[in-house]
């Protein structure tokens, strides 16, 4: 056999697991087996979503998390590792939204958002890909988005490092072959969690309005937590030997009401009515 099979006992790291798509991510995880780590700087909501998960007969712990700071990265990683074992999945999923028209933008805010988004999932991935390489085997997904293929305006610093995610990960994979380590990103399109709802109602406004005139709003469908979660999940349980290195998650267009009605009333008339 060319690929030695996945051990039974995977343990699994998720940044950014106190809401939105790290938290459905550790869930179905957790609801398949695998011993799920929940990291963020919200360490009680943490508690909350492990309590429920041991609730429902998973195995999960918290440990506090902050991607820019590199000692709490490196301690995340061994709380989590002493807890459950050698990391064997790592979701890289910490971050949050700042929004404005890139020439409004103050250079701290956009370093900010680099910061956050991809150094800080560098610094996770720098953090356990050594002892992954040693035990020839591993999965690391990067959460990504598709303003990395689609930008949207208002969310310059946001696309810079989302399109940086893109090249990181498509170096990564380089770097990795032939180490039984895999890497992928996936890239989520328009999703509804918590990320953004501090925004600024007016600036939330004239955004929505640019994504509108620029065709980048086809439809008000948004994707659930769960949707993204189902996607990592695939990726990661992926048998040796194949490599799913990226995957997009767009929002189904919802079909039109006539439609559905249609629909209903032929499924609801008698076989021969009015013919």
């Not at 767009?250 to 079909?255: C, F, M, P, T, Y």
Request: aromatic share 4%.
């Amino acid at each position: 056999m060319a690929y030695i099979p996945h051990p039974d006992r995977r343990p699994v790291l998720v940044a950014g697991a106190s809401s939105g798509i790290g938290a459905a991510t550790a869930e179905w995880l957790a609801a398949a087996g695998y011993p799920v780590a929940l990291a963020a700087r919200r360490v009680e909501k943490l508690q909350e979503l492990a309590d429920k998960i041991t609730a429902n007969g998973g195995e999960a712990v918290a440990v506090p998390l902050d991607v820019t700071d590199e000692q709490s990265v490196l301690d995340c990683v061994a709380k989590a590792e002493a807890a459950l074992g050698s990391l064997e999945i790592v979701v890289a999923g910490a971050g949050d939204l700042a929004v404005g028209l890139s020439y409004d933008t103050l250079p701290e805010e956009f370093a900010a958002q680099i910061n956050i988004h991809l150094t800080g999932a560098y610094r996770i991935y720098r953090a356990v890909i050594g002892g992954m390489i040693d035990r020839t085997r591993g999965d690391f997904v990067f959460i990504g988005s598709d303003v990395a293929i689609r930008p949207r305006p208002w969310s310059s610093a946001y696309v810079a490092a989302k399109s940086g995610i893109d090249g990181l990960v498509a170096t990564i994979q380089l770097e990795l072959e032939g180490t039984g380590v895999r890497a992928g990103v996936v890239r989520p399109g328009q999703t509804l969690t918590g990320m953004g709802m501090n925004l600024d109602p007016k600036d939330t406004e004239d955004m929505l309005n640019d994504w509108i005139k620029h065709g980048l709003a086809r439809h008000g469908n948004f994707l659930a937590p769960e949707h993204i979660a189902q996607a990592v999940v695939a990726m990661v349980t992926m048998p040796r030997g194949a490599h799913m290195r990226s995957v997009e998650v767009e929002a189904e267009g919802a079909i039109p009401r006539a439609k559905r009605e249609q629909k209903t009333q032929d499924s609801t008339t008698p076989n021969g009515a009015g013919s």
